[in-house]
């Protein structure tokens, strides 16, 4: 699941010529801490409550206050697993998302980012999922097919992205029908391919898992 499919679209962006008292209603109306401010369709950066909640004066612009998070952004291909690890690492309960021109398309909730692993979540029982990260000249589906189907595995579903860490790779999101990943990631990575994530029962593999629970840890602070 790619990011532009979980933009929140009931959440409109901020102007730079809301006032502060108005954003701090619209954080109360929609049940987040931030909301991003755009400007001729641009991110400009979110607006925070712990930030505007200190002004004495809720009448002044968002232009005249210090926005945050101006960097901090996802593409609309990139996969929600980068979306849950924005939020963690900003510690921001929504996540801008914008297009290759750069321009504002939209935001995700962190409730949002839960949804879309319970829906991941849901597949598991009939399966398991795998990512994988490779160089693009490297990526072969029938290869990776026929590595796996070795192991008695089937590939139910295949989706490719792009890999935003490094711009030669690409990511390879695979569902597959069986929930023992042990042998197939030892064979995988023997031929050098690298899993940066999967769901399935427990295991010390479980990337996923990890970043839920880290999720969920900041929603309790």
Do not use: C
Not at 47 to 64: F, G, K, M, P, V
Not at 138 to 156: A, C
Request: no cysteine; charged share 25%.
């Amino acid at each position: 699941m790619i990011a532009e499919e979980l933009i929140n679209q009931m959440i409109p962006p901020l102007k730079l010529y809301d006032t502060v008292d108005k954003a701090l209603r619209w954080m109360d109306e929609f049940r987040v801490n931030e909301l991003p401010v755009s400007k001729n369709r641009k991110y400009m950066g979110l607006a925070t409550e712990s930030n505007l909640i200190e002004l004495n004066d809720r009448s002044q612009t968002l232009e005249q206050v210090q926005l945050e998070f101006q960097d901090v952004h996802v593409m609309h291909q990139q996969h929600f697993y980068d979306v849950m690890e924005a939020a963690i690492k900003n510690k921001i309960q929504v996540v801008p998302v914008l297009d290759e021109e750069q321009d504002y398309m939209g935001i995700i909730t962190i409730n949002d980012t839960l949804a879309a692993f319970g829906q991941m979540s849901a597949l598991q029982g009939q399966g398991s999922i795998l990512v994988l990260s490779m160089p693009e000249r490297d990526y072969s589906l029938s290869q990776i097919s026929r590595l796996i189907e070795e192991e008695n595995t089937k590939i139910l579903s295949a989706y490719v992205s792009p890999d935003e860490v490094d711009p030669y790779s690409i990511k390879l999101t695979l569902k597959l029908n069986t929930t023992d990943l042990t042998r197939i990631i030892a064979t995988l990575e023997r031929f050098e391919y690298r899993v940066t994530a999967q769901f399935q029962d427990s295991t010390k593999y479980d990337v996923g898992r990890d970043r839920l629970d880290m999720l969920f840890k900041y929603l309790d602070i």
